[in-house]
């Protein structure tokens, strides 16, 4: 068996034409832009990298985008007047504080401050909460990103046996909770797990999200399961002296020989991750504004 590759890259822009068709209907209907407002502290330069993509992606599908920078050693009282001033902008519909952030600055207490309908990271306690109380919420958008990937494969997910490898509060627990959504029979794998590989092979649906490259090898995959590769680890490059090469969670060779369908790295679930931000910032538009929310790009 050679598994199909599932492209999160070209799943990505069509999630993106999605929004920018929704974007272009709210705008032509309601006189309504949605507006994504991201704040970048100090000058990490793979925050630049992430802020410059999510500027460009957010103008390409016609919302409004506002950046603002802070310099490194801005105290939280500041950073948290900021947050207060977008909470209370009505033409902000998302907000999202790039991370890391400096040190003498806590994570959660920024999430924290965050107006949980506009937290469109779905990092906050309050989402978190409501995902797994069954209410509306915001989700995460990795977790929400391999959703729409399993949904676009399988469709109908009921009754299937899930594992998701990985306990973390990012990832693991929302998409242990995604997949209960859809009524699969779900299990958190974890590094205290027994009998790992023998779980594993047990998986109609194998995500992996614990950051340890190539960890699960093709003897763990069940014959036609769907494996959603989160893991991103960069190595030196084996061929190419002083650059890098990415590797998943998921040894792709062997995986590939067994699966059905598998998510590459590079090019499977990160692509999806903001593509979900701006459906998540359109969904949290819509609900603002007590319209209804655009369908497939929801939990």
Known sequence: ??????DGKEFAARVRG????????????????????????????????????????????GMASFEHRLPADVSEEDLFALIDQL?????????????PVPDHLNERRVVARIDPAKDVDGLS???AGLLASGEKGL???????????LRDQLGNMSGKEAVVIGRSNLFGKPMGQLLLKESCTVTIAH????DLAEVCKRADILVAAVGRAEMVKGDWVKPGATVIDVGITRIPHPDKPGKTKLLGDVDFASASDVAGA???????????????????????????????????LTA
């Open 1 to 6: 068996m050679t598994a199909q590759v599932i």
């Open 191 to 194: 590094s205290r797990t027994q």
């Open 87 to 99: 909470n209370a902008d009505e033409t902000v519909h998302g907000i999202l504080c790039q991370f």
């Open 139 to 149: 989700v995460s958008c990795t977790p929400l990103g391999c959703l729409m990937l």
């Open 125 to 127: 306690v309050v989402n």
């Open 18 to 61: 999605q929004v920018a068709e929704h974007v272009a209907k709210l705008k032509a209907d309601h006189g309504i832009t949605a507006g994504l407002a991201v704040i970048l502290v100090g000058e990490d330069p793979a925050s630049e990298v992430y802020v410059a993509a999510k500027h460009r992606q957010t103008v390409e599908v």
């Open 262 to 296: 598998i998510t590459p790295v590079p090019g499977g679930v990160g692509p999806m991750t903001i593509a979900c931000l701006l459906a998540n910032t359109l969904t949290a538009t819509c609900r603002a504004h007590g319209l209804d929310e655009p369908e497939g």
